[in-house]
């Protein structure tokens, strides 16, 4: 079995590591981790944790009216301590934990409550003879799990109950979120791999070729269906998502509007006008999420390395060209260039580029930067207006859109020919780990996570908003929307005067 794992290497690294595993002292001596992986690990979490809050926190408080500031400043907040206790319980185990034969599916319970996950633990990276230690890819993808949720609130922002709020999101990220972070992230340890395919090349009997191919079995065995290609209709080959185009995205975005739809329109929507209460919040909001993104893509490498770099670079120049072709394709549309067009430009590039940033090269995702704002454009105003649909932040037309442009991007940016870094292939000891590149094969993956994303999370979301709605209702009473939700829900003003 051919096993391509969804992360690139660069050459430096390729040939290190390929070095590492023909040593005898490879298979025998376990990696340690690197300090300097470790702190740009930790620091990317942190960064990470600053596009949650503050910087979503005030890219969409700045976007609502004044008396529900608070609201979405709150509903920001709490979900961002809800999921941090709840991925400490048992979300980090569902997601990366050993579901034995549902494995391809969940993640069990053998790591809830942090079991086993200490000091000395550690969470191989993407290079064979390299690790983290444990603790802080579980604190980096902790960080993953917060801002999910959060997303999608901005698509029914100011009409659901904070109540409703809570409740939702707790379900959501349980039944949701953790099955697909393991579908796309649960991947194989390429520390096994290239150990059992060193032995496998150098085995002079059937039953040293035997164990040895067991071993790879075994390894191969405990990935997500989505990175491992199980689908007959994938032909092995595993969907590529650097960091989150499917799982944060897509999945947010698609959440989103089936709230969206369900929760119905907000009072006086399409009747009076709704306009930001403050642009200059919605600006400092979109600015910090640019800079804390840095930490989302680039961190997701999971070490400091040339990698790291291509994926900081990546985010850089396709999110500079987003909110370059964003205001320009406003002004020529509608006569004037938008600070809201500018920021939800720069947003909508950061989102494209998301699961192709370690893939792609600068250019393509330059390129890609161009392309996707146009697009989302047409779905923030044309897609949305034809149908009326209340998307009040536009999470499905930013999020959901530019996730699915950007996922079925990458199948195509990652190809050699167009600059990207080309397939993993773990196994392929004597060529460098270059896996080959098939773009119709990789367009069906991409596909089949994109699909499987919408499916399961918008049908998924869509039962949970109806279970929710059942038991406590998702909205208040229409005099208390008028009012605002600072008031009705927290009795308080994010403004005193």
Not at 43 to 72: D, E, H, Q
Not at 331 to 343: C, F, R
Not at 434 to 458: D, N
């Amino acid at each position: 079995m051919s096993l391509r794992l969804p992360r690139g290497l660069n050459k430096a690294a390729i040939l290190v590591s390929a070095v590492l595993a023909a040593s005898p002292a490879f298979a025998g001596n376990a990696p340690v981790p690197n300090p300097g992986d470790t702190a740009w690990l930790l620091i990317s979490s942190a960064l990470v944790l600053m596009m949650s809050i503050p910087g979503l926190a005030l890219f969409y408080g700045g976007l609502v009216r004044t008396k529900n500031m608070a609201s979405i400043l709150t509903q920001t907040f709490a979900i961002v301590a809800l999921v941090g206790v709840l991925w400490t319980l048992y979300g980090y185990s569902l997601a990366f934990g050993d579901g034995g034969s549902l494995n391809a599916y969940i993640g069990g319970l053998g790591k809830a409550f942090l079991k086993g996950v200490g000091v000395d633990a550690t969470a191989p990276t993407f290079t064979p003879g390299h690790v983290v230690p444990e603790l802080a890819y579980f604190v980096f993808q902790m960080t993953f799990a917060m801002i999910t949720p959060a997303l999608i609130i901005g698509a029914f922002a100011e009409r659901m109950k904070f109540s409703a709020v809570f409740a939702f999101i707790t379900a959501w990220v349980t039944l949701i979120y953790f099955p697909i972070a393991h579908w796309v992230w649960a991947v194989a340890d390429p520390n096994v791999i290239v150990d059992a395919a060193t032995e496998l090349a150098a085995a002079t009997t059937d039953a040293a070729k035997q164990a040895a191919q067991a071993k790879i079995d075994a390894a191969t065995a405990s990935v997500g269906w989505i990175a491992g290609g199980l689908a007959p209709w994938m032909k092995g080959v595993g969907a590529l998502d650097f960091a989150g185009g499917t799982v944060v995205h897509i999945n947010a975005g698609i959440a989103g509007l089936a709230g969206a739809l369900i929760v119905g329109k907000r009072i006086g929507y399409g009747k009076e006008a709704l306009p930001p209460h403050s642009l200059t919040l919605s600006m400092v909001g979109a600015s910090l999420l640019w800079v804390g993104w840095f930490g989302f893509n680039a961190g997701s490498n999971l070490e400091a390395n040339g990698t790291t770099a291509l994926a900081f670079v990546n985010t850089m120049v396709a999110t500079a060209g987003a909110a370059l072709s964003w205001l320009v394709t406003e002004w020529a549309v509608k006569g004037k260039p938008s600070l809201l067009g500018l920021i939800s430009g720069a947003v909508a590039g950061l989102v494209a580029v998301t699961p192709a940033s370690g893939f792609a090269g600068p250019i393509g995702s330059l390129v890609l930067g161009f392309v996707v704002s146009p697009i989302c454009l047409f779905f923030v105003s044309k897609v949305k207006n034809t149908f009326g649909y209340d998307d009040a932040l536009d999470v499905f037309g930013v999020h959901c859109i530019g996730g699915v442009t950007g996922a079925l991007a990458t199948g195509i940016l990652v190809s050699p020919d167009l600059g990207g870094v080309g397939i993993t292939d773990y196994t392929a000891i004597g060529e460098n780990y270059a896996g080959k590149y098939e773009m119709l094969a990789q367009m069906i993956a991409q596909a089949t996570a994109v699909g499987a994303t919408l499916l399961y999370s918008g049908i998924g979301s869509a039962i949970l908003y109806k279970v929710v709605d059942l038991v406590i209702g998702l909205r208040p009473a229409p005099d208390q929307e008028r009012e605002g939700l600072d008031i009705s829900d927290h009795g308080e003003r994010a403004y005193n005067s």
